[in-house]
């Protein structure tokens, strides 16, 4: 199943990231590399951290050519972007949610410290999206709006916590996935957020 | 003679790494902190990617200090750079078709998926300038003006079909490297350039 | 020593990537996030560059903790920061010169060429913060103010020149960030830095 919520995932990220591109007025050439970095630079950067080789990506040709077909479909499409709007964050929460266990489950494997397997799992989550926005000079929208990284946080923890207690592996990610999709549709429809730290001295810098 | 070229195109980057630093009042050290990252950046990111170590420049110290030297005396002969605009472009374009070829050859050698060659090319090719852009706090130029990362895949593609017909080695690059320097120079006299996509939805952010 | 330094070094650069994502606005993750990354993310950079795995802070999760509680703790105490102004600036510069020192050793240990080893220094020494600014879509502060990477630069020669010349280790490291301290403190103090390169050109565009 996580297979095809993961494919599913990484279509809605690039997605995502051409429209991103479109902002900026990028060309078709950018367009394409910012859906491939979106959809798949979060598990780039893991796999760099972890010291994780080959990188994912590189031994599934298909993926790169998803996420690339996704972006540049999107460009087609864009003008209907707005009415299925709702259909994309639930989408993209989807992809979170599937992100984040995937990511936690490569740290796993790797016998890191818990500690570093939920950041691995944040890091899958959350970074693909960080990418786009530092490629488009904007700043970071997962870090700012409402809840979405912590999201891939509580779902690390679930995952880990329920894990060492022994659960079925399966019923955990079941598990696991449902909460953190719950949460985040949750978050959208009340617009839940985190608070924000806004710190602006006057004539100081730091 | 991909050596010389490599040479030349290094040195040529690093000087366009300068000269945008020096649009940002970088100082000594960001100039060349800047131009060693535009020259040499770009198959630092192909070589983590590809878990390529050591890091190519980390075994040529002599590239590093040229790159530095190239954006140091840059700041002294910037006042003439205009006049050297068209040479400058020339080089550049000798410098994204050599980098490009470099860094299939690279993945080639390590025995990536055809699709991986590819991207480590371009990735060879266009980072340098992309990290060049983020450090200066501006969205890539390569993803925006006239061909240039096109011109990347071009070459790659051209490189990877002609090698696997069995092409001799010497006559392939000859070849890729003739082609790309050629397109890319059509490219800028009649300013060709891919489709450019843009998305300005009203009141609504993904 | 360099353990107790190191410490307080990263609990600093910690609470100076709080401020800065206060500055923009960011939720308590990104807080925490941006405290991590402008603490740690130089030594990452440094062991992803040379390939030194497992990467150092995911062997020491207290680190973690320390850096991520840090960020936080900043935004409540954020009100009193601006008459600490000046212990933060000394604690900064101990950061940058035990940083720079460590790096060193880091790419020592691992063999690489003297011109490695002072780049690995200065890495370690400068990225936190060229990584805090990035995320925080600013162009780099340490390139452009008083004396910053030049110190790191300078602390990095002095301790290999001291090395080669066979002086004992401790007194060596003492040396080396007595005087890198100092240099930073002066340069804080008398506004030194080094001559910037300004380049506007009108209407052209490399």
């Known amino acids: ?5 993961y ?3 990484i279509t809605t990220e690039a997605m995502s990231g051409a429209l991103a591109a479109g902002r900026r007025n990028m060309d078709l050439f950018g367009v394409a590399l910012i859906a491939f970095l979106t959809a798949l630079g979060g598990g780039t950067v893991r796999d760099i951290l972890l010291g994780n080789y080959p990188v994912s990506w590189t031994q599934h040709p298909s993926y790169i050519y998803l996420t690339i077909s996704a972006g540049l479909i999107t460009m087609l499409i864009a003008r209907f972007m707005k ?3 709702q259909l994309f964050l639930v989408l993209d929460a989807m992809g979170l949610v599937a992100f984040t266990i995937i990511g936690c489950n490569v740290a796993l494997q790797l016998g890191y410290p818990t500690v570093v397997v939920v ?3 944040i890091t899958t989550g959350i970074f693909g999206g960080i990418l786009r926005d530092i490629m488009c000079n904007r700043t970071p929208q997962v870090l700012r709006h409402e809840l979405y990284a912590s999201v891939s946080l509580i779902v690390a ?4 916590g329920l894990d060492e207690r022994g659960v079925n592996h399966d019923i955990n990610m079941l598990a696991s996935f449902s909460v953190g999709l719950l ?3 949750v978050a959208i429809r009340w617009q839940c957020s985190l608070p924000v730290f806004s710190y602006a001295p006057e004539r100081w810098s730091d």
Not at 1 to 5: D, E, K
């Open 83 to 85: 009415h299925l709007h």
């Open 7 to 9: 494919v599913i995932a």
């Open 1 to 5: 199943m996580l297979t095809y919520v």
């Open 183 to 185: 949460l985040r549709l």
């Open 119 to 121: 950041m691995a799992g």
């Open 157 to 160: 923890l679930l995952y880990l």
